[in-house]
């Protein structure tokens, strides 16, 4: 990332797609974009069928126009290899590069991403236009960055990927009798006799086999790791120098984005945060707090948001003014390093013709434009923050694995779900201005006061293990229902639950009670911890207060642990809801239902305390509604996503990067307004 923006600050732009327009619309394009400080943009993602308009046959003229036109301007190139849409000649030729979904049904082209993964015809003609776009802008001045393919995320049911799957068991197997010991296959007479007998999950009377299943996801992971890996090989060994990234879509469950990001660069995403939605704010402060764990802590890249309204929800809200701005800020807040737009000019024709873009159909002279351009030379003034890290002290647990294990057919309760509970606790820290990483399952958690594990339904030993010596060690640990349940292969942890977190947790489980919906479940406080320093205005819910409680119960016994929370109701009354454990050093928690927010707010707190973490205004626990408040590096950033204006106390005086403007005391923020306060030096407000 460092190389990118070494000399040219945050960076700003947007896809750009200049094979939809006449030449004479490209010297206007440049104007506009350095008007507006644009200082990066995306080419190319979509013109293989441009490039080489039958097989063999390449064009490159106009894209070294684009290319010389773009350096000329001092405008940096990210460029995509055009892998993610095939020209047509490649799926009439070749038929077998379509994909095939799970009913058997072959996917034309005619949209995008029509592709096998597993096809050897389509990665060796992928490669080939890699190749030889490598070759052709090896040492290019404008070329800054490769963007491989678009949001990776096919799949392919058709007899080649099978056999792919197929070479792929063989390989973490072995031998077939160990591949029908760890799918089980001893159920519903589903044993291997040959392994050609081995089939993708395809459409069948009822419900698959789960650890099949989970092979599957992680074979169709590894597919399009793979095919990212080689694209990624033939570009490094022409242009070393050159960093590669390729574009995710935030919580995108199809391919696991730790086992890519550990592969490329720079970490990239594409967002569009759903509007109207009160949850929207946290949700996408989650997504970003991912996007820089991806990255390792370093900046990233937000490579795809949207000026105003998609296409692609059935009723599309638009952006009121100021909200594109509050939601690049945001990012710019958590880490990003680059703030691009799905595209620069909206499209005449096709698919996307009433997708927003930075220069609208009306053309330059308009409201959204100049917003646009506004936009882009502010973020010259935060240029200070480029580079800088998010200090977090709390950390929290994902790892697609146990996502794909979880969310399968046949379970006690769809309604538990991986994302849904992670944004469930991430939303009282969010609340707190607390600043989170997330981590894999496998990461380092020796850095972070608190560790907060939403759901891990699959663990494995080491990992538990990890877990554990964490806590053993000082730390604090949070863990949330239905986890540590079955094994890497989906298999049941036989025992009292959560099996390999039992000692840790001083307490341990034996039925999973899915509650019935209509009403919530009643819990109460029961005593609890008398735990160590209080933070600000910190006051524990009183003992005996109650609270309610969503969805699913379990029937737990304390081992040794604290019940801070108990049952309030039917064959569970009395029996723990809530339990916190000294262990070692540290303390781990262990929550056996899904609190109301107001009920999981309190236990963030509480386990804050343990921590001994605060937010980063610590005088206000909680923070005005519809605040967002993070740190990047020496600089406060304060967002206003309410409806209302906020008063907002601030710990030190400060400057205002955003105006210029000295603040002490507090600030007041307007809907949709945004503050980047850097300290003054020795200015206590
Ligand atoms: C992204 C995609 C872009 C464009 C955009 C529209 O998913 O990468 O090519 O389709 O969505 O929102
Ligand atoms: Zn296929």
Redesign the pocket.
């Given at each position: 990332m460092h190389t990118l923006t070494e000399g040219r600050g945050l960076l700003f732009g947007g896809?750009y797609n200049p094979e939809q327009w006449p030449e004479e619309v490209w010297a206007e394009d440049a104007e506009l974009m350095r008007a507006a400080g644009v200082n990066l943009v995306t080419v190319g993602?979509f013109s293989w069928a441009r490039l080489e308009p039958e097989p063999g046959r390449l064009d490159f003229g106009w894209l070294d126009r684009v290319l010389d036109l773009m350096a000329a301007n001092g405008i940096a190139v990210d460029l995509a290899t055009p892998t993610a849409s095939p020209p047509p000649w490649l799926g009439h030729r070749w038929p077998e590069t379509l994909p095939v979904d799970e009913d058997g049904h072959r996917l034309w082209y005619g949209s995008r991403n029509q592709f096998c993964p597993s096809s050897p015809v389509y990665r060796e003609r992928a490669l080939e236009i890699v190749t030889a776009l490598a070759d052709r802008y090896a040492g290019h001045p404008a070329l800054a960055l490769w963007h491989v393919g678009?949001?990776l995320g096919e799949v392919c049911h058709c007899d080649v990927s099978a056999a792919a799957f197929r070479a792929w068991l063989q390989e973490r197997y072995g031998d077939l009798g160990t591949l029908n010991e760890a799918w089980g296959t001893t159920f519903w007479s589903q044993g291997y006799g040959d392994w050609a007998e081995i089939v993708p999950p395809r459409r069948a009377p009822y419900i698959i086999n789960p650890s099949q299943r989970l092979d599957w996801w992680r074979f169709c992971s590894d597919a399009l790791l793979g095919q990212f890996l080689a694209e990624r090989d033939v570009l490094r060994a022409r242009t070393p120098g050159t960093p590669v990234t390729t574009?995710f879509?935030g919580l995108f469950k199809r391919l696991d984005y730790w086992s890519v990001a550990a592969e490329e660069d720079v970490v990239a995403n594409?967002w569009?945060p759903e509007p109207g939605n009160p949850l929207t704010p946290a949700r996408t402060a989650l997504t970003h707090d991912l996007m820089r764990g991806l990255a390792g802590g370093r900046p990233w890249l937000l490579m795809?948001q949207?000026t105003n309204g998609?296409n692609?929800r059935p009723h599309n809200l638009p952006k009121p003014s100021g909200q594109f701005r509050l939601e690049s800020l945001q990012a710019v807040a958590r880490g990003a390093d680059g703030l691009c737009y799905?595209q620069w000019r909206a499209s005449r024709f096709g698919a996307?013709r009433f997708?927003a873009a930075m220069v609208p159909h009306a053309g330059a002279e308009t409201r959204l434009h100049a917003e646009v351009r506004a936009h882009g030379q502010e973020l010259r003034r935060l240029a200070e923050v480029t580079g800088e890290p998010v200090p977090a002290r709390v950390a929290m647990v994902f790892g697609w694995e146990s996502w794909w294990a979880l969310e399968e057919r046949g379970r006690p309760s769809d309604r538990l779900n991986a994302v849904d509970q992670l944004l469930d606790y991430y939303v009282p820290f969010f609340e707190r201005g607390v600043s989170v990483d997330v981590v894999p399952p496998s990461g380092d958690l020796s850095a972070y006061a608190l560790v907060v594990v939403p759901n891990l339904f699959l663990v494995g030993d080491e990992d538990a293990a990890a877990l554990t010596a964490y806590v053993r060690a000082g730390g604090v640990l949070v863990v949330g229902p239905f986890s540590g349940v079955v094994d890497p292969w989906a298999q049941v942890r036989t025992g009292r639950f959560p099996a390999p977190l039992r000692e840790v947790l001083g307490a341990s489980g034996e039925e999973w009670l899915p509650a019935p919906e209509d009403r919530p479940v009643r819990c109460r406080w029961s005593g609890g911890p008398k735990i160590g320093p209080k933070i600000g205005a910190e006051i524990g819910p009183e003992i005996g207060a109650e609270f309610g409680a969503r969805v699913w119960t379990e029937l737990l016994e304390s081992e040794g642990a604290e019940v801070v929370a108990e049952f309030a109701e039917g064959d569970l009354a009395g029996r723990p809801a809530v339990t916190r454990h000294r262990s070692g050093e540290g303390v781990a928690w262990y929550v056996a239902t899904m609190p109301e927010p107001a009920a999981l707010a309190e236990l963030a707190g509480k386990a804050l305390a343990d921590a001994g973490v605060s937010g980063v205004l610590p005088g206000l626990p909680v923070l005005p509604r519809g605040v967002e408040a993070v740190r990047r590096g020496e600089v406060l950033f304060l967002l206003n996503h309410g409806t209302e204006s906020a008063r907002v106390p601030i710990p030190e005086a400060a400057e205002d990067l955003l105006t210029g403007s000295p603040v002490k005391e507090h600030v007041t923020l307007a809907p949709r307004a945004v503050a980047a306060l850097r300290p003054l030096e020795n200015g206590a407000a």
């Amino acid at each position: 990332m460092h190389t990118l923006t070494e000399g040219r600050g945050l960076l700003f732009g947007g896809d750009y797609n200049p094979e939809q327009w006449p030449e004479e619309v490209w010297a206007e394009d440049a104007e506009l974009m350095r008007a507006a400080g644009v200082n990066l943009v995306t080419v190319g993602v979509f013109s293989w069928a441009r490039l080489e308009p039958e097989p063999g046959r390449l064009d490159f003229g106009w894209l070294d126009r684009v290319l010389d036109l773009m350096a000329a301007n001092g405008i940096a190139v990210d460029l995509a290899t055009p892998t993610a849409s095939p020209p047509p000649w490649l799926g009439h030729r070749w038929p077998e590069t379509l994909p095939v979904d799970e009913d058997g049904h072959r996917l034309w082209y005619g949209s995008r991403n029509q592709f096998c993964p597993s096809s050897p015809v389509y990665r060796e003609r992928a490669l080939e236009i890699v190749t030889a776009l490598a070759d052709r802008y090896a040492g290019h001045p404008a070329l800054a960055l490769w963007h491989v393919g678009n949001e990776l995320g096919e799949v392919c049911h058709c007899d080649v990927s099978a056999a792919a799957f197929r070479a792929w068991l063989q390989e973490r197997y072995g031998d077939l009798g160990t591949l029908n010991e760890a799918w089980g296959t001893t159920f519903w007479s589903q044993g291997y006799g040959d392994w050609a007998e081995i089939v993708p999950p395809r459409r069948a009377p009822y419900i698959i086999n789960p650890s099949q299943r989970l092979d599957w996801w992680r074979f169709c992971s590894d597919a399009l790791l793979g095919q990212f890996l080689a694209e990624r090989d033939v570009l490094r060994a022409r242009t070393p120098g050159t960093p590669v990234t390729t574009n995710f879509m935030g919580l995108f469950k199809r391919l696991d984005y730790w086992s890519v990001a550990a592969e490329e660069d720079v970490v990239a995403n594409d967002w569009y945060p759903e509007p109207g939605n009160p949850l929207t704010p946290a949700r996408t402060a989650l997504t970003h707090d991912l996007m820089r764990g991806l990255a390792g802590g370093r900046p990233w890249l937000l490579m795809e948001q949207a000026t105003n309204g998609v296409n692609w929800r059935p009723h599309n809200l638009p952006k009121p003014s100021g909200q594109f701005r509050l939601e690049s800020l945001q990012a710019v807040a958590r880490g990003a390093d680059g703030l691009c737009y799905f595209q620069w000019r909206a499209s005449r024709f096709g698919a996307e013709r009433f997708h927003a873009a930075m220069v609208p159909h009306a053309g330059a002279e308009t409201r959204l434009h100049a917003e646009v351009r506004a936009h882009g030379q502010e973020l010259r003034r935060l240029a200070e923050v480029t580079g800088e890290p998010v200090p977090a002290r709390v950390a929290m647990v994902f790892g697609w694995e146990s996502w794909w294990a979880l969310e399968e057919r046949g379970r006690p309760s769809d309604r538990l779900n991986a994302v849904d509970q992670l944004l469930d606790y991430y939303v009282p820290f969010f609340e707190r201005g607390v600043s989170v990483d997330v981590v894999p399952p496998s990461g380092d958690l020796s850095a972070y006061a608190l560790v907060v594990v939403p759901n891990l339904f699959l663990v494995g030993d080491e990992d538990a293990a990890a877990l554990t010596a964490y806590v053993r060690a000082g730390g604090v640990l949070v863990v949330g229902p239905f986890s540590g349940v079955v094994d890497p292969w989906a298999q049941v942890r036989t025992g009292r639950f959560p099996a390999p977190l039992r000692e840790v947790l001083g307490a341990s489980g034996e039925e999973w009670l899915p509650a019935p919906e209509d009403r919530p479940v009643r819990c109460r406080w029961s005593g609890g911890p008398k735990i160590g320093p209080k933070i600000g205005a910190e006051i524990g819910p009183e003992i005996g207060a109650e609270f309610g409680a969503r969805v699913w119960t379990e029937l737990l016994e304390s081992e040794g642990a604290e019940v801070v929370a108990e049952f309030a109701e039917g064959d569970l009354a009395g029996r723990p809801a809530v339990t916190r454990h000294r262990s070692g050093e540290g303390v781990a928690w262990y929550v056996a239902t899904m609190p109301e927010p107001a009920a999981l707010a309190e236990l963030a707190g509480k386990a804050l305390a343990d921590a001994g973490v605060s937010g980063v205004l610590p005088g206000l626990p909680v923070l005005p509604r519809g605040v967002e408040a993070v740190r990047r590096g020496e600089v406060l950033f304060l967002l206003n996503h309410g409806t209302e204006s906020a008063r907002v106390p601030i710990p030190e005086a400060a400057e205002d990067l955003l105006t210029g403007s000295p603040v002490k005391e507090h600030v007041t923020l307007a809907p949709r307004a945004v503050a980047a306060l850097r300290p003054l030096e020795n200015g206590a407000a």
